[in-house]
């Protein structure tokens, strides 16, 4: 699942999950403390909306020079890609496309029985996998990272997250 990471001003980050269900949008806007938000439901406040559509995340802005990504003022739309950089009033959010996550044992990839498209060994529970940002494919965390690319044949995304997957590699996402 794509998230939205903020660095708060003690120095720690959070983590701002983003929703990936049918229609739904989430809306980006800054609290009366000053930190990143994302809601369900949008309200006059909210500087942008970020929609999942066919695989993408697609920022629009709200309010005319509120939101930029990696400098640049969104206007009307851009798709975001991972490590993206939203720049929200004086905060900076980094777009996390490309997650790591930890098998729980009632994971769906077990249950259909799944295997990594490029190691063809069947997921257990624990495995770290990336799940591709484009088309959804679960991949072990070392192959995502020794292949860089989506190993389903029939999509063409190349991995952007830096490291070897291993423990001090990427970190760990929502």
């Known amino acids: 699942m794509a998230y939205l990471e903020s ?22 806007s800054v609290d009366k403390d000053g930190r990143a938000e994302i809601t369900s439901t949008g ?11 066919k ?7 709200n309010k005319a020079g509120a939101v930029r990504v990696n400098g640049q003022v969104v206007a009307p739309l851009k798709v975001l890609t991972h490590n993206d950089q939203i720049g929200l009033g004086g ?4 777009f996390c496309a490309e997650v790591i996550e930890a098998l729980a044992d009632d994971s769906p990839l077990l249950r259909r029985r799944l295997r990594c498209p490029y190691t063809h060994e069947l997921f257990k529970p624990g495995d770290r996998v990336v799940r591709c940002p484009d088309c959804n494919t679960a991949h072990s965390v070392l192959a995502w990272f020794e292949h860089k690319a989506c ?6 995304y190349q991995a952007q997250m830096v490291g070897d997957g291993g423990e001090g590699g990427a970190a760990d996402g929502a």
Do not use: E, K, M
């Open 7 to 28: 660095r708060n001003p003690d120095g720690t980050t959070t983590q701002l999950p983003l929703t990936a269900q049918g229609d739904r949008r989430s809306y980006l």
């Open 43 to 53: 309200g006059g406040d909210a500087l942008g909306v970020i929609t999942p559509t």
């Open 55 to 61: 695989g993408r995340w697609i920022l629009a802005s």
């Open 91 to 94: 905060l900076t959010l980094r």
């Open 151 to 156: 190993g389903n044949p029939h999509c063409s």
